[in-house]
C-alpha cells in the first residue's frame, strides 16, 4: 500500500489496521493476513531489547530492524519510527530518515507538535512521508509511572488539538493519537482531513495500532486496558492477527472499557 491511500480509507469510512514488528517471521504473518501498515515501533527497546523506556534505541537499531520487515513484506504499509534523540535539528532528522527510507520504510513516525515545526517541514520538503504521534509521547517517558492518560485537563486538551491542526496543515500524513480521552480523540479525528490511528484512543479514531507482542500476550505484567489480548481462543498467532483485523475494521475494538 502506498502511504496516499491511507488519506482514502478515511474518505472511505475504512478502519486502518497497523501492528508493531521487529523481525521478518511476525512481519510475514502479519503482512500474510492482510494488516495495512506495519510500524517498526522504538517499542522495540522494551519488547525486543528488555530496556525500562524507548530511549535507548539507536538509529542503527531501526536501521537494521527496518531493513528485515521491510524486506519480507509485500502489501503492508511499512513505517519506522526515528528514535529519541534522532530529529533533534533539521539537518540530524533528514539524514536519519534518508537512511530508514532507504532501508525499507516509506514513511517515518516521530513524536510531538510544535516544537518539530522546522523538521517536519525539512521532511515533508524533500519528500520525506511524516507520521506524527500525539498524546503520550512514549519517548517522553522515563519510568513506568509516566505512562498517564494525556490530554484530560482543558488546557492540553487544547494544546494536542492544535497540534493536530499544525501537523495536518505542514503536510503530514497520519497521526497516531495515543492515550487520550476517546471524546478528545473523536474531536481531533472529526477537525482533520487526514487520518488519526488510535491507541488507548478509543474507537472514533480513523484506525488502531498495538504493539504486537501486547496483543499476542508475550507482554508480562499489568497490560492498561486498551491492550486485549487476542491469541486467546485462538489457535495461531496468524489468526490472532486475523481477528485484530476483523474486529478494528467492524469497529468492535477498542471497546468502551478498553478506552478512557
Ligand atoms: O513504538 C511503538 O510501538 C509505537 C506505538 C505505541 C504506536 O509508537
Known amino acids: 500500500m502506498k ?4 488519506s482514502l480509507f478515511k474518505e472511505k469510512s475504512q478502519k486502518i489496521t497497523c501492528l508493531t514488528a521487529y ?5 510475514k504473518i502479519l503482512d500474510q493476513a492482510g494488516i495495512d501498515s506495519i510500524l517498526i515501533g522504538d517499542s522495540l527497546g522494551m519488547v525486543v531489547q528488555g530496556g525500562e523506556n524507548t530511549r535507548s534505541v539507536s538509529m542503527n537499531d ?8 521491510s524486506g519480507a513484506c509485500s502489501n503492508a504499509l511499512i513505517i519506522a519510527d526515528m528514535p529519541f534523540n534522532s530529529y533533534n535539528n533539521p539537518k540530524d532528522a533528514l539524514n536519519n530518515a534518508k537512511a530508514l527510507i532507504n532501508a525499507g520504510a516509506r ?3 516521530l513524536e510531538g507538535g510544535s516544537e518539530h515545526t522546522e523538521v517536519i517541514k525539512t521532511l515533508i520538503s524533500n519528500n520525506i512521508n ?6 503520550l509521547q512514549p519517548q517522553l517517558v522515563v519510568s513506568s509511572d509516566d505512562y498517564r492518560v494525556q490530554g484530560r485537563d482543558e488546557d492540553s486538551a487544547k494544546t494536542i488539538i492544535s497540534n493536530a491542526i499544525l501537523l495536518e496543515s505542514l503536510g503530514v500524513s497520519a497521526l497516531v493519537l495515543e492515550c487520550i480521552p476517546s471524546d478528545l480523540a473523536k474531536t481531533v479525528s472529526e477537525k482533520l482531513k487526514i487520518p488519526t490511528v488510535g491507541i488507548g484512543a478509543g474507537s472514533d479514531c480513523d484506525g488502531q495500532v498495538l504493539v504486537s507482542y501486547d496483543m499476542l500476550g508475550i507482554t508480562k505484567g499489568k497490560q492498561p486496558r486498551f491492550v486485549r489480548n487476542f491469541l486467546n481462543n485462538q489457535n495461531s498467532i496468524s489468526d490472532a492477527v486475523e481477528t485484530f483485523i476483523a474486529e478494528v475494521k ?11
Open 23 to 27: 523481525d521478518a517471521s511476525m512481519a
Open 250 to 260: 467492524e469497529g468492535n475494538f477498542p471497546s468502551q472499557s478498553e478506552s478512557y
Open 3 to 6: 502511504h496516499s491511500e491511507l
Open 107 to 109: 514513511m517515518v513516525k
Open 130 to 135: 511524516v507520521f506524527g504521534h500525539l498524546g
Open 62 to 69: 531501526m536501521i537494521y530492524h527496518t531493513s528485515i520487515v
